[in-house]
């Protein structure tokens, strides 16, 4: 259960501190926007780079996104061509990439570990797991995690405002991020597009889905939790599946992008607690932040009257 939730945590982490999002379409000199998969991690004062496997360039800072458009704007103009050689397909692959006081991380463990290599590295740590009943029939599963970000001393300033900037910048990414998503959970494709105030999606496999579900819609652009009031056959085609949900869809969704997401376990709360900023750590070689992470999780227990005594 704990190894589920860190293995959460550390994608969310990734995500966040490695932001990165492919360029759909050819940007000029000159520009002063470029269109990218998804802009919703990029926010405004961030300085951006451009790269590709040969080139970079660097020194662009967002003034603000048009998310639902993936349409990043920056103060000043872009000094070199950087095009696409297929738009439809994104090749040649240019990506923008975040850049945190010119340094990245080289690493994201699982544990504690006594020996990391390469700095800047991140550590999500495991620290206790508490259960109270919630429910007549469920309990609430309370994980608490520490998140470690480490610089080595020797880059002084610099090296410690990178240490609070991707501490806030993890603590950003948690907060957007209250519902987690922990495996284990199940995937199903539309076979029609979505448009907004929708309230009957239709969907390729039934298997998954059970009446009162939550299930998640998303594509490239934007992610809305739903619940399925009941499923039915599609009157005009007997292959469909129809799901009929509790509430509106809000933005449009297109069929090709977009998967339905099942999931299997629900995490109801979270939040970045606590955040220690340049602590020593381990001797004078290494300053540290630690961010103190809690989740509560519903898990049933019905199941568990029909447990043997005997054998």
């Given at each position: 259960m704990m190894e589920e939730l860190l293995d959460s945590v550390r994608r969310i982490i990734f995500k966040w501190v490695n932001t990165s999002s492919q360029i759909v379409q050819s940007v000029s000199i000159g520009d002063t926007s470029a269109c990218?998969?998804?802009?919703?991690?990029?926010?405004?004062?961030?300085?951006?780079?451009?790269k590709n496997n040969e080139v970079y360039e660097t020194g662009l800072i967002v003034e603000s996104t048009e998310n639902q458009a993936g349409i990043v704007n920056f103060t000043t103009p872009v000094l070199n061509n950087w095009t696409l050689s297929n738009p439809s397909t994104g090749a040649t692959d240019i990506f923008l990439i975040k850049t945190i006081y010119e340094q990245f991380v080289q690493g994201i463990y699982i544990g504690d570990p006594d020996v990391i290599s390469m700095f800047p590295a991140?550590?999500?740590n495991g620290v206790s797991r508490h259960s109270e009943?919630?429910?007549l029939?469920?309990?609430?599963?309370r994980y608490e995690v520490e998140i470690g970000v480490f610089v080595k001393e020797s880059t002084h300033e610099n090296g410690y405002r990178f240490l609070m900037a991707i501490a806030d910048e993890i603590q950003a990414g948690l907060k957007r991020n209250i519902?987690?998503?922990?495996?284990?959970?199940?995937?199903?494709s539309l076979t029609g597009d979505i448009t907004a105030g929708d309230t009957v999606i239709r969907v390729n496999n039934r298997d998954y889905l059970t009446d009162d579900r939550r299930i998640i819609i998303e594509d490239d652009y934007e992610s809305q939790e739903n619940w399925v009031n009941y499923i039915y056959t599609a009157d005009e085609d007997p292959t469909?599946?129809?799901?009929?949900?509790?509430g509106r869809v809000c933005?449009?969704?297109?069929?090709?992008?977009?998967?339905?997401?099942?999931?299997k376990r629900f995490i109801f709360n979270s939040w970045p607690s606590d955040i220690e900023y340049g602590k020593i750590h381990k001797g004078e070689l290494l300053k540290?932040?630690?961010?103190?992470?809690?989740?509560?999780?519903?898990e049933m227990q019905w199941y568990r009257r029909e447990e043997l005594k005997l054998k």
């Open positions: 990218v998969r998804n802009s919703s991690r990029f926010s405004p004062g961030d300085s951006v780079m451009f991140i550590t999500v009943w919630l429910t029939e469920s309990t609430k599963e519902l987690p998503l922990i495996s284990d959970y199940d995937i199903v469909e599946t129809a799901i009929k949900l509790a933005w449009n969704f297109d069929k090709d992008s977009t998967s339905v997401i099942i999931p540290a932040a630690t961010i103190r992470w809690f989740a509560e999780e519903e």
